[in-house]
C-alpha cells in the first residue's frame, strides 16, 4: 500500500518538541512548525509493527545482541552507496550529536580549535564550546542562492596552530548542498595536507533529490577512510529522531579505540532497544518507504518553489540537492520587515527557524521544514504571502 503522506496527523499534546515543545524557543505554542528537523508523517509500517511487537514482549531490559544491527547497517550502507562496511568500525550511539561530542573530546584537548563550515546546523556551535574548545569558521561562499565551500580558506584555517578537527556537514544543513565527489576529495587533500581529522556528519545522506548523488567520505579514498569518522543514521530517513539511536562508523583502530574509551567511560555505549528495533526493520525492510518519500518530498519542494515565484517573488530559496529543508533568502525584505522569522510569527502565526542561529552568513534567511503534509505545506505558504501583502 502506498504511504498517506497527505494525511494530516494529529502530534499535540505527543510529547513532541516539534508541535508541544515550541515555548523555550518561540515564546508561545500556537504557532504552526516547519522547525526542527523531524517529519509529521508515520514510520514506514514495518518499523511500527517491530515496535509494536517488541512493546507488546513487555520486558525491556538492556540491549546486548547486535548482530542484526550490525547487518542492516552493513546492508544498507552496501545497498545505497555501495559502501563495504567492516562489522567492527560500527558501533550504535545515542544520537549522532553526543558521538560528535565524545569525538571532539577524545581527539582533542581543552584549547584546541575545530573548523565547522557556516552557515550550519547550531549545535555544532554548542559541542565545540560546551567542550572548551574554539570555534574556527571557514564560511561557505554564496553566489546567487549557491553555496560552495571557500577551499582557498579552508586551507589557510587548517594550517592554524592548534587547529584539530574540522567538522563536515554532508550534506549540508541548512544549505541543502549534497557535496561531490570532486568537493570531498579536495576535503580530504587539504585535511590530510595538516593533519586535521575529519568528523562527517552524514545523518541526511539517504535525503538527496534528483541527479544529486551523496558520497561517505569514507568512500572517497583510503586516505579518507583512515582520517574520518562518519556519523549516520535511520533517524531523519524514516523519522525516528525520538528513538536517539545513531551509528559512528571508524576505519581507523587507533581513533576507533579512542571513541570507544570515550564512549564507554561517559556511559553511552549501550543503545535503546527501541532505537535498534526500529532501526533494523527500517533498514531491512523501509526502502520501498524511502523511495515513495523523497517523490513526495519532491513535490512539495516544488510547491515551495513555485508559490515563493509566484507569490513572494523577493524571497529565493536555495535549491536544496538534499535535506527536507528549505534555506530561505529573505534579506530583500530585511530593511522593511525586521527579523524575518520573527516577522513570520508574529504576523503570520509560522514557526520557522531564525537563519541567524547558523553562525556568519545565516542572518537574513530562514529555515523551513518542508517535510509536512502537502495541505499543511499549502496553508503556510499561503499564510506567509497574505503576511507579506498587508505590509506591501
Ligand atoms: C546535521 C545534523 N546533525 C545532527 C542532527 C541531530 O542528530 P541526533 O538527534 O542524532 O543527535 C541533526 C538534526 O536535525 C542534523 O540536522
Same mark, same amino acid.
Given at each position: 500500500m502506498k504511504p498517506d503522506f497527505d494525511r494530516i496527523i494529529?502530534?499535540? *499534546?505527543?510529547? +513532541?518538541?516539534?508541535w508541544d515543545g515550541m515555548e523555550p524557543y518561540?515564546?508561545? *505554542? *500556537?504557532l504552526v512548525p516547519l522547525w526542527v /528537523?523531524?517529519?509529521?508523517f508515520k514510520s514506514p509500517p514495518p518499523v511500527i509493527e517491530a515496535l509494536s511487537r517488541r512493546a507488546e514482549h513487555g520486558v525491556y531490559g538492556y540491549a546486548g545482541s547486535y548482530n542484526a544491527y550490525f547487518e542492516a547497517v552493513r546492508g544498507w550502507m552496501q545497498n545505497r552507496f555501495g559502501w563495504n562496511l567492516e562489522q567492527e568500525w560500527i558501533s550504535p550511539a545515542p544520537g549522532v550529536i553526543p558521538a560528535l561530542i565524545l569525538l571532539i573530546n577524545a581527539l582533542s584537548m581543552p584549547g584546541d580549535r575545530v573548523v565547522v563550515q557556516p552557515p550550519v546546523y547550531p549545535p555544532f556551535f554548542a559541542a565545540v564550546n560546551n567542550c572548551g574548545r574554539h570555534l574556527v569558521y571557514n564560511p561557505l561562499i554564496e553566489e546567487q542562492g549557491c553555496y560552495r565551500i571557500d577551499f582557498e580558506d579552508l586551507e589557510l584555517k587548517l594550517a592554524w596552530?592548534?587547529?584539530?578537527l574540522l567538522i563536515l556537514c554532508s550534506p549540508h544543513n541548512p544549505v541543502g548542498r549534497v557535496w561531490t565527489k570532486d568537493e570531498l576529495e579536495q576535503v580530504v587533500s587539504i585535511a590530510s595536507r595538516h593533519g586535521v581529522f575529519v568528523i562527517a556528519d552524514?545523518?541526511?545522506?539517504? #535525503?538527496v533529490f534528483g541527479q544529486a548523488r551523496h558520497t561517505? #567520505?569514507?568512500?572517497?579514498s583510503d586516505q579518507a577512510a583512515q582520517n574520518c569518522a562518519v556519523l549516520t543514521a535511520a533517524s531523519k530517513t524514516f523519522n #525516528?529522531? !525520538? #528513538?536517539q539511536t545513531s551509528n559512528t562508523i571508524i576505519k581507523n583502530e587507533k581513533i576507533r579505540n579512542l571513541y570507544w574509551t570515550a564512549s564507554k567511560n561517559s556511559g553511552f555505549a549501550r543503545p535503546n532497544i527501541f532505537g535498534l528495533e526500529a532501526l533494523i526493520a527500517a533498514y531491512n525492510e523501509g526502502e520501498s518507504w524511502l523511495e515513495e518519500l523523497l517523490v513526495y518530498l519532491s513535490g512539495n519542494y516544488a510547491l515551495l518553489q513555485n508559490y515563493l515565484a509566484e507569490k513572494m517573488p523577493s524571497l529565493k530559496a536555495a +535549491?536544496?540537492? !538534499?535535506? =527536507?529543508l528549505a534555506w530561505v533568502d529573505c534579506r530583500a525584505i530585511l530593511s522593511r520587515k525586521g527579523n524575518p522569522a520573527r516577522f513570520f510569527q508574529d504576523e503570520a502565526g509560522l514557526a520557522f527557524n531564525d537563519g +541567524?542561529? =547558523? !553562525?556568519?552568513? $545565516? /542572518? $537574513?534567511f530562514i529555515r523551513i521544514n518542508?517535510?509536512?503534509?502537502r495541505p499543511l505545506l499549502e496553508q503556510a505558504l499561503e499564510s506567509m504571502a497574505a503576511a507579506l501583502d498587508n505590509l506591501e
Open positions: 494529529d502530534r499535540k *499534546n505527543t510529547r +513532541s518538541m516539534k518561540f515564546g508561545e *505554542n *500556537n /528537523a523531524d517529519m509529521d596552530e592548534r587547529v584539530r552524514e545523518i541526511h545522506a539517504d #535525503l561517505p #567520505l569514507a568512500m572517497i #525516528l529522531a !525520538g #528513538l +535549491s536544496p540537492e !538534499g535535506t =527536507y +541567524s542561529d =547558523y !553562525g556568519p552568513g $545565516g /542572518a $537574513g518542508f517535510a509536512c503534509p
